[in-house]
């Protein structure tokens, strides 16, 4: 794992994204290694060696976990209130990132009350066991990803953390989810995957899981169905788009902004 030095401002300024459930990426960690199916086709690997050749002073050694401790101040600029998804090139629980990062990481969004913050992983058991040492401000939401039945432990490993939120991302759905449970889970993402090499994603699944929330009362929210053309297999689901997000922690982020 690689701590990178300070570079030029401009590799940290605003990253407006274009991920459907959020408004901005910020990268304090780049870097990542496959762990289960879902990340065959890693989206943030491809762009990490596109962004290397490019010539990108953060992307110099590629996919190769790398903490940015110059990138920690960005949520401090934005003056608004923001969605942020952390970490969308890498996983803030990989074993490669020290604890002492985590928890300044932690520190930024502890003090910027004002945005929500969105932390997903693939590894809950490392945020389990570091849970007690957690500072889990009420605009910290804490996310797995879960892409088959063969991952869904990941889901009663979320359930034991203190976060106020807790959010599923199925994504990319490559099977159905017969035995997911939703108890104690406040939003649910389900999106297929994209690119040239996209593994199909079945509606009756998708369904199946849309039925769940509604009948349980967990806010659904439908990404997209993927594939070679993203924009054009669209993001409709019987005709309509669903868009639903769990209550803010309003009041108390600007009670404490």
Known sequence: MATRHPGPLRYYRMA????E???????????????????????????????????????VNGFEVATHPEALP??????????????????????????????????????CRRHQFQVLTKRPKRLVSLDQVLPWSANIWMGVSVENEEVL?????????????KFLSLEPLLGPLNHLSLAHIDWVIVGGESGSRARPTREE???????????????????????????KAGRLLCGRTYEQMPPFAAEESLLLA
Not at 205 to 231: H, M, S, Y
Request: with cysteine.
């Open 16 to 19: 407006i994204s274009r991920i």
């Open 205 to 231: 699944w998708v369904l199946e899981i849309r039925n769940k929330c509604a009948d349980t009362g967990v806010p659904f929210f439908f990404k997209q169905w993927g594939g070679a053309n993203r924009k």
């Open 74 to 111: 960005v949520p401090f600029k934005w003056k608004t209130p923001r969605m942020v998804f952390v970490n969308s090139m890498s996983d803030l629980f990989h074993d490669a990132v020290p604890l002492s990062f985590i928890l300044e990481v932690f520190k930024v969004m502890n003090q």
């Open 21 to 59: 459930w959020t408004e901005m990426s910020w990268n304090p960690v780049t870097g990542c290694s496959k762990l289960s199916a879902g990340c065959k086709n890693c989206y943030a690997e491809v762009l990490a060696k596109r962004l290397c050749s490019m010539g990108s002073e953060k992307y």
């Open 153 to 165: 432990g990941r889901v009663d490993w979320l359930r034991k953390c203190s976060a106020k939120v």
